[in-house]
């Protein structure tokens, strides 16, 4: 395998990671100095208990279906390879998402049980993954493959919290309002630069109260930007959540009934004039 493109597989692997910070694959990768993520990244903002869990079984489906596949003198790409095991595995125990399937293929052309082929045309290179030279232990279960998953209880304390902070997002939509007016006066950039939207919910969940919190949470550098407003706001926010957040609902609902009752009274006084 040529170095350049086992370098970009480990990034890959490095990225899909669910226990390290993301970010700090981009670092290694192009030879920079480690630097502090702050919760940039979702690995970091939202910790969650990481288990190995063996996959050995969608490995040999994995090479199964390559077999077949190769000896159909046919070829498919990671993605194409990908959604035909979207389909095929479920009667393997767990089923596993896009984003994972994804990295156990990594994962296992890393490992030497699979290999990717690459086919030059005037345009473009094309990559096909085929069956590696490992690839017979993993059908005779003489090699274990293992990948990182949130565990089970993470992954429904995740999907609770997730629903929790849809219910209780009164300090989120104020943050995100906040966001897009920092945007505009900063010159006219993204939102998202701002804050994104990992870092506006660990704000919604820490509610930081000083500038050393806040710096932990987003950075020194948009601490320094923006650190008094995003504070501000929090503390608004904290003096009163519910009047605040009803008090908004209210103001609403309020604009839009006084909206329609202005436009009925313009209706009415223009058929008056008519008469």
């Known amino acids: 395998m040529p170095g350049a493109t086992k370098s970009i597989l480990r990034f890959r692997m490095g990225i899909l990671s669910k226990r390290e910070c993301r970010r700090s694959a981009f670092f290694r990768h192009f030879a920079e100095p480690l630097q502090e993520c702050n919760g940039m ?9 990481v288990e190995d869990l063996d996959v050995s079984s969608h490995a040999k489906l994995i090479v199964s279906m ?7 003198d046919q070829r498919v790409t990671m993605l194409q390879l990908v959604e035909k095991l979207k389909v095929k595995q479920k009667n393997l125990g767990p089923d596993l998402k896009k984003d994972e399937l994804e990295q ?6 890393l490992d030497y049980v699979l290999k990717e082929e690459f086919q030059h045309t005037a ?29 089970r209880q993470s992954r429904t304390s995740s999907s609770m919290k997730s629903s929790k902070r849809e219910r209780l997002s009164g300090l989120d939509d104020k943050l995100d309002e906040l966001r897009k007016e920092l945007a505009s006066i900063h010159g006219a950039i993204f939102p998202h630069s701002v804050l994104s939207t990992q870092q506006i919910s660990a704000l919604s969940a820490q509610k930081p109260k000083s500038i050393e919190e806040l710096e932990k949470i987003i950075g020194k550098l948009k601490t320094e930007k923006y650190g008094s407003r995003i504070l501000e706001e929090i503390a608004g926010y904290e003096s009163d959540p519910q009047q ?21 009274l313009v209706v009415l006084e223009s058929s008056e004039d008519e008469a």
Do not use: H, R, W
């Open 244 to 264: 605040d957040a009803e008090g908004s609902k209210e103001t609403k609902g309020n604009t839009v009934k006084k909206l329609k009752t202005k436009k009925a």
């Open 41 to 49: 990244c979702d690995n970091c903002a939202f910790s969650n208990d």
């Open 104 to 109: 156990l293929v990594v994962k296992l052309i």
């Open 66 to 72: 390559l077999k077949d596949i190769q000896e159909n």
């Open 123 to 151: 345009y473009a290179t094309n990559a096909y993954v085929t069956v590696g030279p490992l690839a017979k232990q993993v059908l005779q279960g003489n090699k274990i493959i293992k990948v990182e998953m949130p565990t």
